[in-house]
C-alpha cells in the first residue's frame, strides 16, 4: 500500500525517532486517529497496517516504535508487546537496522510491567532503563517509562525503586529540554518524598518545600491554560506533601523550620494568582477561612503513613451566608484516605472572615482555597 501522509514523521519524533521518509505502508487512518486523540482507533489502524508494512524499508523499526509508543499511550500493552519484541528480537537483523536498540528494550519491558506489574517486571523494566541512561539520545518512551516505573514502585513500597526511577525519569525529561514541565516537577516531588519514606529527614522536607516556592513563583509568570494549571496541581501536591512530612519530623520539628509559615512570603497568594478576586484591584482580597464550628471527621489511619498526619486541599465556591459550594479536591497526602475521611464533613464547613478588612474594603473572593490538616506534632 502506498500514499502516506508527513504527520506520521511528527508522531514519530514523540518517541525521540523521526522517521525520515515513510513512504512505504499506508498509515493515513492511523495518524488521523491519532490526531484526534483516539489512540485506540490509532491501535485498530496500526494492526491492520503493520502486516503490509515493508520490513526492508529504512523506516520499519521506526514506524514499530511508534505504533508501539501510541499502544501504551491508549493504555493496550498487548498491543505494544508486538512491536517491540519485533525490534527486541529482530530489530538488529533487518536489513535497515533498529538505530535505537536501547529504546526499544525499554518499550517493551515498560508493556511486560503495564500487563503484569510484579517484582520481576520492575526489575526488568529498571535494567532497561539503567541500559538507556548509560547511551546518549533524546525520546518520550524512556521518560515516560521511567514515571510510570515510579508510581508502581511507590505502589508496592519499594521506596529505593520509587527514588531511582525518579531520578531516571528526570534524567530523561532534561534530555527533551523540559526542564521547568509539570512532569519534571513531579518527579522531584515523588524522589524527596521516597527519600523521605526511606529516612525521615529535614532534608527531604526542605526540597519539597523548594519545589513549592519555585512553583509559586513559575505559576505567578505563567498565562492561564492548560500548563499553568498543571504546574498549580503539582504546587498543591508538593505543599500538601511538605506538610505532611513536617508532621512525621517528631522531635526534629524544633531544629526545622516549618515553611509553611514562610514560603509565601514577597510572594502573591497563591488563591490570588488562580483565583483573583474580582473588584477594584486596588483593594485588598478578603481574608476567608474555616468557621470552628464544623462536623469534625475520624482520623483516616493507615499504617504504612502511621507517623504522619494528613492534609486534604479543595477549590470551593463562596456562597452568600457562609456556605460554600461545588467543592473540588485539589489534592490528598500523604494518601488518599484523608480525603474520603473529610468527604462527609464538607457540607458542615462555613466561612469567616478575617481581620480587619470587611466588604467593601475588600474584595470578596469567588473561590476559596481550604487546606484541612490532621496535624501531628504542630
Not at 514519530?12 to 525517532?17: L, P, V
Not at 538488529?92 to 508493556?111: F, I, K, N, Y
Not at 518524598?193 to 505563567?222: Q, S
Request: charged fraction near 20%.
Amino acid at each position: 500500500m502506498r500514499g502516506t501522509i508527513a504527520t506520521i514523521a511528527a508522531l514519530a519524533c514523540m518517541s525521540g525517532t523521526c522517521l525520515a521518509d515513510p513512504a512505504h505502508a499506508d498509515i493515513r487512518s492511523f495518524n488521523s486517529a491519532v490526531e484526534a486523540g483516539d489512540f485506540r482507533g490509532a491501535v485498530l489502524a496500526a494492526a491492520e497496517t503493520w502486516p503490509e508494512v515493508d520490513r526492508a524499508s529504512p523506516d520499519a523499526a521506526d514506524i514499530a516504535r511508534e505504533f508501539g509508543w501510541i499502544a501504551m499511550l491508549a493504555d493496550e500493552p498487548s498491543a505494544a508487546l508486538v512491536y517491540a519484541k519485533f525490534l527486541v528480537e529482530q530489530g538488529q537483523g533487518l536489513p535497515h537496522p533498529d538505530t535505537s536498540p536501547a529504546v526499544s528494550r525499554v518499550l517493551m519491558e515498560w508493556a511486560g510491567l503495564a500487563a503484569a506489574a510484579s517484582p520481576n517486571s520492575r526489575a526488568k523494566l529498571v535494567a532497561a532503563l539503567n541500559a538507556r541512561a548509560a547511551t546518549s539520545g533524546r525520546d518520550l518512551i524512556s521518560a515516560r517509562a521511567a514515571q510510570v516505573l515510579h508510581v508502581e514502585a511507590w505502589r508496592a513500597g519499594d521506596w529505593a525503586q520509587a527514588s531511582l526511577s525518579a531520578e531516571l525519569a528526570i534524567r530523561f525529561i532534561d534530555e527533551l529540554g523540559a526542564g521547568q514541565s509539570p512532569a519534571r516537577f513531579e518527579m522531584r516531588r515523588g524522589m524527596a518524598a521516597a527519600a523521605f519514606m526511606r529516612a525521615k529527614t529535614p532534608e527531604a522536607y526542605n526540597a519539597t518545600y523548594d519545589i513549592v516556592e519555585e512553583l509559586h513563583d513559575l505559576i505567578a509568570v505563567t498565562p492561564d491554560g492548560s500548563i499553568r494549571d498543571r504546574l498549580a496541581s503539582e504546587y498543591f501536591s508538593a505543599a500538601a506533601w511538605g506538610d505532611a512530612m513536617y508532621s512525621a519530623l517528631g522531635s526534629r520539628q524544633r531544629a526545622t523550620p516549618d515553611r509553611r509559615n514562610t514560603s509565601g512570603a514577597n510572594r502573591k497568594a497563591i488563591g490570588e494568582l488562580l483565583y483573583p478576586a474580582p473588584g477594584d484591584v486596588s483593594l485588598p482580597r478578603c481574608r476567608i477561612s474555616l468557621a470552628r464550628t464544623f462536623k469534625q471527621p475520624g482520623f483516616p489511619f493507615n499504617n504504612r503513613f502511621k507517623d504522619f498526619g494528613g492534609v486534604v486541599v479543595y477549590a470551593l465556591n463562596v456562597e452568600p451566608g457562609g456556605t460554600f459550594s461545588e467543592p473540588r479536591l485539589l489534592v490528598s497526602a500523604p494518601h488518599d484516605g484523608v480525603a474520603e475521611a473529610v468527604q462527609d464533613v464538607i457540607s458542615t464547613w462555613r466561612w469567616r472572615i478575617d481581620g480587619g478588612a470587611q466588604p467593601p474594603a475588600c474584595r470578596m473572593p469567588e473561590t476559596h482555597i481550604l487546606t484541612f490538616e490532621f496535624a501531628l506534632g504542630r
